[in-house]
Nanobody, 122 residues
C-alpha cells in the first residue's frame, strides 16, 4: 500500500519561504510532484520531478519554487521562496504508478497525500 505524507505547511508573510516534504512509503514509481488547490479554484500542478532529476514547473511558480527528491528515501521536497498571497492553497503530494509516459505538471497521478495548508498573508 502506497502512502504519501506531507509536512512543512504553515503561515508566512508575503516574501517568506517554506519547505514542504513528502515521504512516500511503498512507492516504486519514477514520477512525483506537487499540486495545489485554493478555494474556488481547480487543482493545479505546481512542480513535478522524475527520478532522473528532470523537473517541470508551473509558470506561476517558476523561478520561485524548487522541487527536489531523494530517490533512496522516496521523499520529495518543495522549497517555496518569495511566496505571494496567491500561493495560498492546500498543497498535495502526488505520485504516478506507471513507469511510462512523460512526467510533467499535466501528468495524471495515482497516489495522493492528505495535503498540507500553506497560507501567505500580505
Amino acid at each position: 500500500q502506497v502512502q504519501l505524507v506531507e509536512s512543512g505547511g504553515g503561515s508566512v508573510q508575503s516574501g517568506g519561504s517554506l519547505r514542504l516534504s513528502c515521504a512516500a512509503s511503498g512507492y516504486t514509481g519514477n514520477c512525483m510532484g506537487w499540486f495545489r488547490q485554493a478555494p474556488g479554484k481547480e487543482r493545479e500542478g505546481v512542480a513535478v520531478i522524475h527520478s532522473d532529476g528532470s523537473t517541470t514547473y508551473a509558470v506561476s511558480v517558476k523561478g520561485r519554487f524548487i522541487i527536489a527528491r531523494d530517490n533512496a528515501k522516496n521523499t520529495q521536497y518543495l522549497q517555496m521562496n518569495s511566496l505571494k498571497p496567491e500561493d495560498t492553497a492546500m498543497y498535495y503530494c502526488a505520485a504516478r504508478r506507471s513507469w511510462f509516459g512523460s512526467c510533467t505538471v499535466t501528468t495524471i497521478f495515482d497516489y495522493w497525500g492528505q495535503g498540507t495548508q500553506v497560507t501567505v498573508s500580505s
